[in-house]
């Protein structure tokens, strides 16, 4: 009823699938799913199957997620020997 929006299926999932590659450093993974989070949202809002409340919910639950893929790469964890 009130609070928080109702959770769209597809989108927990691909949110549950990001965190588990970006906490075990899958770092090409992670990256596509998050492209891939960001397609399927645009998608599900164009055919109006998010309410306007738990679309803009999972896009600040995308834009949190953003500072932390922004500088999440290969680089971060190579050492020079």
Do not use: C, I, S
């Not at 999932?13 to 492209?35: I, P, R, V």
């Not at 599900?44 to 639950?61: C, I």
């Amino acid at each position: 009823m009130f609070g928080k929006p109702k959770k769209n299926e597809q989108l927990e999932m691909k949110l549950k699938t990001l965190q588990m590659n970006f906490e075990n450093n899958y770092k090409d993974a992670a990256k596509l799913n998050y492209e891939e989070y960001w397609k399927l949202l645009e998608k599900l809002t164009e055919e109006g199957a998010l309410k306007a409340a738990q679309a803009e919910h999972y896009r600040e639950r995308g834009e949190a997620l953003r500072g932390r893929m922004d500088n999440f790469n290969h680089q971060n964890n190579v050492k020079t020997f």
